[in-house]
């Protein structure tokens, strides 16, 4: 009953900017994991960034510096602040809202549809 939706993609110039969102519906209560992810066609997903226990923050090296994420708990809202675009970081984006045990086991997960972002010349 879950549901995750993102929007903000599009298509961008090197550079540019844009600004992602996930909304949230549903009982995401207990959720110890917030992150997005992101697939080029031919390539892994992998993990963009993400916010932990405590609001703990890790971002993948390649976009440090560049990208923000961020949440609004009240609003059941979570954002990605991308700035300088590269096209390299042309992918479907997607949101996550998880729970992991104290061991580490996966609880529950939720995925959003995604969002494509091309970034292009």
């Known amino acids: 009953q879950v549901q995750l939706v993102e929007s903000g993609g599009g298509l961008v110039q090197p550079g540019g900017s844009l600004r992602l969102s996930c909304a949230a519906s549903?009982?995401?209560?207990?959720?110890?994991?917030m992150g997005w992810y992101r697939q080029a066609p031919g390539k892994q997903r992998e993990l963009v960034a993400n916010?932990?226990?405590?609001?703990?923050?890790n971002y993948a090296d390649s976009v440090k510096g560049r990208f923000t994420i961020s949440r609004d708990s009240p609003k059941n809202m979570m954002y990605l602040q991308m700035n300088n675009l590269k096209p390299e970081d042309t992918a479907v984006y997607h949101c996550n809202v998880a729970r992991y045990d104290t061991l580490g086991y996966r609880v529950f997960s939720y995925w959003g549809q995604g969002t494509q972002v091309t970034v292009s010349s």
């Open positions: 549903g009982s995401i209560s207990g959720a110890n994991n």
């Open positions: 916010i932990a226990q405590g609001g703990y923050t």
